[in-house]
């Protein structure tokens, strides 16, 4: 008897410990099955989405300082067929740096196309004036710095390289800390008045050089009188180059 009921407490513990290991094996493969990928018969939006800033971020550099891109994602219940080919990406406007655009990105096959909206925010160089410049100054280094400002905050037609704007002339008074714009230059003087010239004048082959003396200042391509120093007589030539005058 007690033979019979040994035999049935083994046979019980035996019977307990395969229901355990098949539970356990049962509730490893359910866990295995939830951790499975998603239907990889799908495109990454994820991808699409890394696409799209990739190419937001190569067309803005050197251009916006401090940028920050914000992409407005895919939604995530969009279900879009596993494209076979690389995938396209279409920019409508390439020289928008800055503000809300739309990216397109598409596929061949098979064909769909999404719409990514982007919107960038960041500064832009500017060169705005340390002081007060008086109307038809010519600009120096030391008239002008450059800066960064909000893209927002930055007025149509600024000028935004230093060197630029160095050696041009003032339209108007310019108050301190005011963005330059380009209206409110002027090309430089290449000749003074009052200050000596070279006087060129061709005569086929031969060119004769004399010395004068402008009767008026005179950017590129100007014409001014001239008072030719050897004759007293007073010509009109065009400017050149920088203190020389062409008579036709």
Excluded at 35 to 42: A, G, L, Q, T, W
Excluded at 117 to 143: A, N, R, Y
Excluded at 151 to 180: D, E, Q
Aim: proline share 8%.
């Amino acid at each position: 008897m007690k033979k019979t009921i040994r035999l049935i407490t083994i046979s019980t513990l035996m019977n307990s410990l395969i229901l355990t290991s098949l539970s356990a094996s049962a509730q490893q493969s359910a866990e295995t099955l939830h951790s499975y990928p998603v239907n990889p018969m799908y495109q990454s939006l994820d991808e699409i989405h890394q696409l799209v800033n990739n190419h937001v971020k190569q067309k803005i550099d050197q251009k916006i300082f401090e940028p920050k891109i914000q992409i407005r994602k895919l939604s995530s219940n969009l279900k879009l067929p596993l494209c076979s080919k690389p995938l396209l990406l279409q920019d409508r406007n390439p020289n928008t740096t800055t503000g809300r655009m739309t990216i397109s990105i598409s596929c061949e096959s098979p064909k769909w196309r999404v719409f990514v909206p982007v919107v960038v925010d960041g500064k832009l160089p500017v060169v705005i004036s340390v002081k007060g410049i008086l109307k038809l100054t010519v600009i120096k280094p030391e008239d002008i710095q450059q800066i960064l400002l909000p893209y927002k905050k930055v007025p149509k037609g600024s000028m935004v390289n230093i060197a630029t704007a160095i050696g041009m002339r003032t339209t108007k008074a310019i108050p301190p800390n005011k963005v330059l714009k380009i209206r409110d230059l002027q090309p430089p003087f290449w000749v003074f008045k009052d200050q000596q010239v070279n006087l060129i004048t061709r005569i086929g082959s031969i060119e004769v050089k004399v010395k004068g003396l402008a009767l008026q200042s005179g950017v590129e391509q100007e014409q001014v009188p001239v008072k030719n120093l050897s004759s007293d007589k007073v010509v009109k030539g065009i400017v050149i180059a920088p203190n020389t005058v062409l008579v036709p």
